[in-house]
């Protein structure tokens, strides 16, 4: 800017003219604050409350934030905080929060949310009125058709329905619901095709146009076709 100015005004916008001595014109735009940041617990440092882990939208437009402390607390469309998700299911600023560290949070076509925990396994979260009904899925030692670990780092419905789970050291699995019993397929069972001894820690799932499912591991990317009718084949 000019050292030398003769006049200066602020016009309805509220932008700064400035009369120069030697340069003319000059126009000063303030900008509204561009960035926001959300802390569970004020502080210019980093702490388990305020780091995040795990971000979402659901179709109510709401924010779930899953933070290293344990906590999902959940933002309405308008950025307020209405609290955290407590383990009898309600969204409340006080109660116990559901248990495990959320490392990933989706929403399936039939609205259910789902939240991958590292160490807790899965925790499937479907809306009852001012509620959601918490089903929580585990590493059963003893039963084949669990879970293949408690640690989740990724869930991904496909085109065709199926649930996808990436697993940090139980390779992927994926959900086939028997009335109300869920099997996860996995190395254990039916997917015995699955290099489990090179790609046991998976981080993500995803698919393309062309059918195919492609997983991200700590060896490598992973890629098969998902139109299969046996998880054998």
Not at 5 to 11: A, E, Y
Not at 75 to 80: K, V
Not at 147 to 153: E, M, P, Q, V
Request: with cysteine; glycine share 10%; proline share 1%.
């Amino acid at each position: 800017f000019s050292d030398k100015i003769h006049s200066s005004m602020s016009d309805k916008q509220g932008n700064l003219w400035l009369c120069t001595h030697s340069k003319g014109l000059e126009k000063v735009s303030f900008m509204d604050q561009q960035f926001y940041l959300h802390q569970r617990k004020q502080a210019n440092y980093e702490t388990l409350e305020n780091e995040v882990r795990a971000l979402f939208q659901d179709r109510e437009g709401n924010i779930w934030a899953g933070q290293k402390d344990g906590y999902i607390s959940i933002y309405d469309g308008n950025s307020h905080y209405r609290g955290f998700l407590t383990e009898n299911g309600t969204i409340s600023q006080s109660g116990i929060p559901a248990r495990g560290v959320a490392y990933c949070i989706t929403q399936d076509s039939h609205g259910a949310v789902w939240i991958g925990t590292k160490g807790d396994g899965v925790i499937r979260a479907e809306k009852q009125g001012n509620r959601y009904l918490l089903t929580r899925f585990r590493l059963e030692n003893d039963n084949i058709y669990s879970l293949s670990s408690n640690d989740i780092y990724n869930i991904y419905e496909d085109a065709r329905g199926r649930i996808w789970i990436a697993t940090f050291g139980g390779g992927i699995n994926y959900i086939e619901k028997n009335g109300t019993q869920y099997h996860f397929i996995n190395y254990r069972n039916n997917l015995k095709n699955f290099p489990i001894s090179r790609s046991y820690r998976t981080r993500f799932i995803t698919e393309d146009a062309n059918n195919h499912i492609w997983v991200g591991t700590t060896t490598g990317v992973l890629c098969f076709r998902n139109d299969f009718k046996n998880p054998e084949d």
